[in-house]
């Protein structure tokens, strides 16, 4: 099994955290998004749309992060990310849904104004940066409300739902603008009991060498 993708990259992220939270591994065969190895012809013609990561499990090709986390989860043994009751599922379908909807598309505005935009010589856009913090904390206090009735989005144990969030709260405090986590009391408790977990911890030693 490989995984093609960058270790600092936030959906590269969440197929190895799944990979880690059940115990397997996979080669990870590392894409230079810096140089734009994405978007040539060998990487297009495993990713049309030229973007990471891509899993390749014995020559089935499957691309798209979110995908790929419930194929890892749903095909290896292990112990289960996805709840066994449909209204379990539901709920955790609700938080992939509204992280992708609500929360990373702003975190990634930040993440092109503060970090990468900064390493090509682009000053931020404090207009950009500021209303994507807005946007932030509006996400941030509707999961703090679920948060403090709860260890995780989807009651007390771990799923899927709380991988897809993992990655982009990471790159806040990378981009200086962590405050914003602290403001939310069960965010950030929840953020702490995420981040503690042997499984992003082998994440974060991966992507922590690379600059890329």
């Known amino acids: 099994m490989k995984i093609y993708g960058n270790p600092m990259s936030t959906c590269t992220q969440k197929a190895l955290i799944v990979l880690a939270e059940k115990g397997h591994d996979a080669q990870l065969v590392t894409v230079d998004l810096m140089k734009g190895e994405q978007k040539q012809p060998e990487h297009l013609a495993r990713h049309p749309f030229g973007v990471v990561p891509v899993l390749d499990d014995d020559g089935f090709i499957l691309f798209e992060s979110r995908a790929i986390m419930r194929y890892l989860d749903q095909s290896l043994s292990g112990l289960s990310l996805t709840p066994g009751d449909p209204?379990?599922?539901?709920?955790?379908?609700?938080?992939?849904?509204?992280?992708?909807?609500?929360?990373?598309?702003h975190v990634l505005k930040i993440m092109y104004q503060c970090i990468f935009?900064?390493?090509?010589?682009?000053?931020?856009?404090?207009?950009?940066?500021?209303?994507a913090k807005s946007d932030i904390k509006k996400a941030f206090g509707v999961a703090d409300t679920t948060l403090a009735k709860q260890e995780y989005f989807v009651g007390s144990g771990?799923?899927?739902?709380?991988?897809?969030?993992?990655?982009?709260?990471?790159?806040?405090?990378?981009?200086?603008?962590?405050?914003?986590?602290?403001e939310?009391?069960?965010?950030?408790a929840w953020w702490k009991r995420a981040s503690a977990r042997p499984s992003w911890v082998k994440v974060a030693r991966q992507a922590s060498p690379q600059k890329s």
């Open 87 to 105: 209204k379990g599922r539901g709920l955790m379908e609700q938080w992939i849904s509204a992280e992708q909807s609500y929360f990373s598309p």
């Open 158 to 182: 771990f799923s899927l739902a709380d991988v897809t969030w993992m990655p982009y709260m990471q790159y806040l405090f990378i981009a200086g603008v962590g405050d914003i986590v602290a």
């Open 184 to 188: 939310h009391q069960h965010v950030n």
């Open 117 to 131: 935009g900064p390493m090509r010589g682009t000053p931020p856009d404090q207009a950009i940066v500021d209303q």
